[in-house]
């Protein structure tokens, strides 16, 4: 099968086309025959061992996916496919089902051909949508719910999610705003219009307004971008704030400081807890109405590497599809 390889870490350009031997799915697994796929914030960081978060973080990312060399030589998290085959003791798909969802750490997902244990994270695809739609719905959203889920989101409570306009802050909002919860949102100016549809109640634009100097407070930040920090944040969060980070040591070490402090607190859980009841519950709220993945770009698959130069640039609105298999 046709899959994106790399054997050492480093820029976009280690990445490379290559035929390799399709994956045989073990008896509690399925074989999906992936028709999209993307490239997010989490495959540019494993491909480049995380070296632009600093030396601390590049040697715990090398821990994680292999101290000297890739351990997974496949990138991509995120699917959406068709069943091809399924082990034999599988009963929840069957040849030809649609299917979505994330394989997480396992990766392997930028490839024609993935196996996929049916107790992971995936899921039948949410009826009436495109494989396209169908793949970028679970890395912003899962990461998005990990941090909401502890902050108590409901109706009277008040959020401003920074950085709104990315595949976490697009779904954050979306989430926020099915939870309940009165939204402040902050992006650029270009996507203003776009984060004010997915629910916002209000939105400044980071470019003419420092929210931090406004003297407004909120119940819950969430840094959807990995921007910010608990230090900045302080002032703006309510006595009992509680700070949402996406990335950062620092912002570990503040969630360590102040889980035994009352008062305002940073809530940061590493590794995050993403089942497949998660994803059963995005599936819910795609049906709904309530969510929608944010695609910014659709490159195929043999364009990787440009498409994760683009992701590279931290600039991308929503998600970066890739097409595997053209339907
Ligand atoms: N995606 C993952 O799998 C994953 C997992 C764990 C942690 N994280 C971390 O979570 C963070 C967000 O991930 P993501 O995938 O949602 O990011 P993303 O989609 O790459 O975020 C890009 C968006 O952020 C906006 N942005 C860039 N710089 C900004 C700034 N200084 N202030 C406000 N907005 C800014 C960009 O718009 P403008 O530049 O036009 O404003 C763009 O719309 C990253 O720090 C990432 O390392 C990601």
Known sequence: MRAVVYDRYGPPEVLRLEEVERPVP???????????????????????????????????????????????????????????????????????????????????????????????????????????EAAPICDGALNALTCLKQADLRKGRTILIYGASGAIGTAGVQLATYFGADITAVCNTKNLELVRSLGADRVIDYTQEDFTKSGQTYDVILDAVGKQSFRRCRGSLAPAGIFLPTDGLGNLIWALRTSRTRGKKVLFQIPPRQTKADVLFLKELVEAGKLRAVIDRRYALEDVVEATRYVETEQKTGNVVLTVSPV
Do not use: W, Y
Request: glycine share 12%; net charge neutral.
């Open 26 to 132: 073990k008896e509690d697994e399925v074989l999906v025959k992936v028709h999209a796929t993307t490239v997010n914030r989490f495959d540019t960081a494993t491909r480049e061992a995380n070296r632009r978060s600093g030396l601390t973080i590049s040697i715990l990312s090398r821990l994680v996916s292999g101290l000297r060399r890739p351990r997974h030589r496949i990138l991509g998290t995120e699917f959406a496919g068709e069943v091809e085959t399924v082990g034999v003791g599988v009963t929840e798909f069957a040849f030809g089902d649609c299917v979505f969802g994330t394989t997480g750490l396992q990766f392997g997902a930028h490839a024609e051909f993935l196996s996929m244990p049916v107790g992971a994270r995936i899921a039948h695809m949410p009826t009436g949508m495109s494989f396209e």
